[in-house]
C-alpha cells in the first residue's frame, strides 16, 4: 500500500478532528468536566447557596459509618437490579424467540412490542402505573371479577416494590429487539443437524441458542443492570418523591437526589454519585471477567 505524504496525512488528521469536534466538546464540557468537578464536590461541604468548604473524605466517612439510609436505599437497589434484570431479559428472549418463527406481520408485532421501552421512563407512564395499582386501580378491579380483594400495591411497603420490578420487566422491548436480531443471525442447519441427531427442542435451547446466542445476552446483560442501578423515575413517581411508604422505594438515585436537591446537601449527593459509579464499575467488571466461561463468538466454542 502506497504511504501518503505527511503534509496529506495531517490534512487528513485535521479532518477527522473537526467531524470529532462536536463530540469532543460534549465529551469535555458536558461528561468529564461535570465529572471531576463532582468529585471535587464530594469532598466538600457545598447546599448550593455558598461557595464549597473542603471537607475532605468527611462525606465519605459519614456514608459508611451513620448513614443508615444510604445502606437500605443500597440494598433496596440490589435487590431491585437482581430481581428485574434477570426477568426482563428471559420475559426478552421468550418473546423474541416467539417472534422467530417467521409469523406474519413481524414488523407490526415488534413495534407494538418495544413501544414499552420508549415510554417505560417517563413520569406520564409511572403515572400511569401508579393509577393501575392503586387500591381501586384497573389490577384491583380485575381481581374483584373473581371476588379477590387486592391490597392498595403502591401504598403498602411489602408490595410496592414489585410494582415497580414489572414496569421494569414491562420495558423489555429494546433487549426483545436486540434479541431477535440475535436468533436471525444463529445457522438454521444446526437445529436440522442436531434434530437428526435425536436433539429436543430444550436440548436445542440450551446446547445451540444459548451458547450462539451468549454475545447477545452479555450485551443486553451489560445494558440493563447498568440501568437498572440508575432506576429513578418510577420510583420517585410510585413513591411521591419521598421514597414511601417507609422507604420503600428509596432507590439509592432517588436518595441521592433528595440529598442534593431537597436538603441541599450537594457535596453528599456528588460522594453518594461516586459510590455508584464505583458499584457499577465493580459489577460490570465481574461480569466481563466472568463472561470468558460462557460467552462464545462464532465457531469458538472455548470462550474468550
Not at 487528513?12 to 458536558?30: D, E, R
Not at 473542603?54 to 443508615?68: A, H, P
Not at 407490526?108 to 414499552?116: A, E, G
Amino acid at each position: 500500500m502506497r504511504k501518503l505524504s505527511k503534509p496529506l496525512y495531517g490534512q487528513q488528521n485535521k479532518t477527522a478532528y473537526l467531524f470529532l469536534l462536536p463530540w469532543l466538546i460534549g465529551f469535555f464540557c458536558l461528561t468529564l468536566g461535570p465529572m471531576i468537578a463532582s468529585l471535587y464536590l464530594s469532598m466538600t461541604k457545598f447546599n448550593l447557596l455558598s461557595s464549597p468548604t473542603w471537607t475532605g473524605l468527611s462525606n465519605y466517612v459519614q456514608i459508611f459509618t451513620e448513614d443508615d439510609t444510604f445502606q437500605r436505599s443500597l440494598w433496596l437497589t440490589f435487590y431491585y437490579v437482581f430481581l428485574s434484570v434477570p426477568l426482563r431479559l428471559a420475559f426478552a428472549l421468550l418473546i423474541a424467540m416467539a417472534l422467530n418463527k417467521g409469523i406474519r406481520g413481524l414488523g407490526i408485532y415488534r413495534t407494538v412490542y418495544y413501544i414499552p421501552s420508549l415510554l417505560g421512563g417517563s413520569v406520564a407512564i409511572a403515572i400511569v402505573w401508579r393509577q393501575i395499582f392503586d387500591g381501586s386501580g384497573l389490577v384491583n378491579q380485575s381481581l374483584g371479577w373473581f371476588g379477590i380483594t387486592g391490597p392498595s400495591w403502591i401504598a403498602h411497603p411489602d408490595y410496592v416494590v414489585y410494582t415497580i420490578i414489572t414496569l421494569s420487566v414491562w420495558q423489555f422491548g429494546s433487549a426483545m429487539v436486540i434479541f431477535l436480531a440475535g436468533l436471525k443471525q444463529i445457522p438454521t442447519d444446526l437445529y436440522e443437524a442436531s434434530g437428526v441427531d435425536g436433539a429436543g427442542k430444550i436440548r436445542q435451547f440450551f446446547g445451540i441458542t444459548l451458547p450462539m446466542l451468549s454475545p447477545v445476552i452479555f450485551f443486553n446483560l451489560i445494558m440493563s443492570m447498568i440501568n437498572s442501578f440508575q432506576a429513578f423515575t418510577p420510583a420517585y413517581v410510585i413513591g411521591d418523591g419521598r421514597g414511601g411508604p417507609l422507604d420503600a422505594t428509596m432507590f439509592y438515585t432517588l436518595y441521592l437526589y433528595l440529598k442534593g436537591f431537597s436538603f441541599f446537601d450537594m457535596g453528599y449527593a456528588s460522594a453518594l454519585a461516586w459510590i455508584m459509579l464505583v458499584i457499577i464499575g465493580v459489577f460490570t467488571g465481574i461480569v466481563f471477567l466472568t463472561s470468558k466461561f460462557w460467552v462464545f463468538y462464532g465457531d469458538n466454542q472455548e470462550g474468550r
